[in-house]
């Protein structure tokens, strides 16, 4: 099946500055890449998503970019702020299947 | 307000009890999903139910079981309950599938083993 690994596990920036996670993948066939953030006992929810017949998409301070060559796709938040602080979780899925998630990155921004 | 439902928020239970938790997904998705969350780990897929019938299976134990009916609502059954098994249970559901749609998710169950 699917394996997806998510790194760094933890990350800390200094307010203003940028931020990546990166995810790998192991199935050529996943074609949805989404990324959920986490915040404290709450639900996972949606903050962007890529298909595989994209290579990069932007929405304001966030963009993700997707290799499908080399099966890696990043989350990428520029201009952090404290409330980007989050658990940040990347997945994969092919045709709506189950999503896989990654371990999750809890990023910690700091003033 | 997702459009997913979890009941209950919260449960406490004690060891070799059974509990059922419930899942209403979104108006119009077929696909249900389960996960289990324990403290400081990541989502661990359990299983996933499409208009009616399993469609995937996770790393589920022998002691949980789920069913969708047909009005698309989701159980999760937990049984023979040990300390372990303490986590947050989410429910997800998607469009189906035969398409990349968007997982929304329900709160999540908290569900304590004492």
């Known amino acids: 099946g699917e394996n997806v690994e998510q790194h760094p596990s933890t990350l800390s920036v200094q307010e203003g500055d940028s931020a990546v996670i990166k995810c790998t993948y192991s199935?050529?066939?996943?074609?949805?890449f989404p990324w959920y953030k986490q915040e404290l006992g709450k639900r996972p929810q949606l903050i962007i998503d890529?298909?595989?017949?994209?290579g990069e998409k932007k929405d304001q301070r966030i963009a993700v970019t997707l290799n499908k060559t080399a099966k890696h796709f990043s989350l990428h938040i520029t201009e952090t702020q404290p409330e980007d602080s989050a658990v940040y979780f990347c997945?994969?899925?092919?045709?709506?299947?189950?999503?896989?998630f990654g371990t999750g990155t809890q990023l910690k921004v700091e003033l | 307000d997702s459009g997913v439902t979890q009941t209950p928020k919260h449960l406490i239970t004690a060891t070799g009890q059974r509990v059922t938790l419930r899942c209403s997904p979104r108006?119009?998705?077929?696909?249900v999903y389960w996960y289990q969350q324990s403290l400081d780990q990541g989502l661990q897929f359990l299983i996933q139910y499409y208009n009616g019938e399993e469609r995937a299976k996770g790393n589920i134990l022998e002691r949980f079981s789920a069913q969708q009916f047909p009005d698309l609502h989701s159980e999760l059954n937990l049984s023979s309950l040990e300390l372990g098994d303490s986590a947050l249970y989410f429910c997800a559901s998607s469009g189906g599938t035969g398409s990349d749609t968007e997982a929304f998710f329900g709160q999540g169950t908290r569900l304590t083993v004492v």
């Open positions: 199935d050529s066939a996943s074609n949805y």
């Open positions: 997945a994969a899925s092919k045709g709506g299947n189950k999503l896989t």
């Open positions: 890529i298909r595989s017949n994209v």
């Open positions: 108006s119009g998705d077929l696909s």
